[in-house]
């Protein structure tokens, strides 16, 4: 009896590591694909160019090439990479570091990236509420472009991950900041 028992026991053993054995690889695989383990980076503008490159990935008229945001048909800058020193509100004290990427032609483009890291949290409130006010500033300079360029603003976001920020105004904001949260972490 013990020894019917003990093969019962073994066949199911095998049962188990052979017949469920690849189903597990099979799930693991599966979640490999839904959560990639993206490599978490320290540097602003290394997670900047992780967006520029998914910018020329999903839009054709735009190629990320040493660095730059080009037309892909004239070669020439489209948008440019700027400090963020420049940007109303912001205090830069509250900045370790950040870019800014807007339109090189600025007319009836209400088009920006700008991401930031703040010395601490306190400093990433305060960023954020500056970004705020960047954002109605882009609705009123830019409410009388058209429909396109409101819904645009509309659909812009901004979102605060420990002591990084993002504000973008693109036309796939919500892809654009998956990205930035991939790498941020």
Request: charged fraction near 30%.
């Amino acid at each position: 009896m013990k020894k019917i028992l003990l093969g019962m026991v073994g066949v199911f053993l095998i049962v188990m590591l052979v017949g469920f054995g690849p189903l597990k690889d099979i799930k693991n695989r599966i979640d490999e694909i839904k959560n990639p383990g993206y490599e978490k980076i320290e540097d602003v503008r290394g997670i900047l160019d992780e967006v520029l490159i998914h910018i020329d990935k999903t839009n054709p008229a735009i190629s990320f090439e040493n660095g730059q945001l080009l037309d892909s048909e004239l070669g020439v800058p489209r948008f440019e990479i700027t400090s963020f020193q420049h940007i109303s509100h912001l205090e830069t004290d509250d900045v370790l570091s950040g870019y800014m990427v807007e339109p090189a032609v600025t007319v009836d483009n209400p088009r920006v990236l700008i991401i930031l890291n703040a010395v601490d949290k306190e400093a990433s409130l305060r960023l954020q509420n500056a970004l705020e006010k960047v954002k109605s500033d882009r609705w009123r300079d830019y409410k009388d472009t058209g429909i396109w360029n409101r819904y645009l603003i509309n659909e812009s976001k901004l979102v605060r991950q420990g002591t990084y920020l993002i504000y973008v105004i693109w036309e796939d904001p919500t892809d654009i900041v998956k990205v930035f949260e991939r790498h941020v972490r």
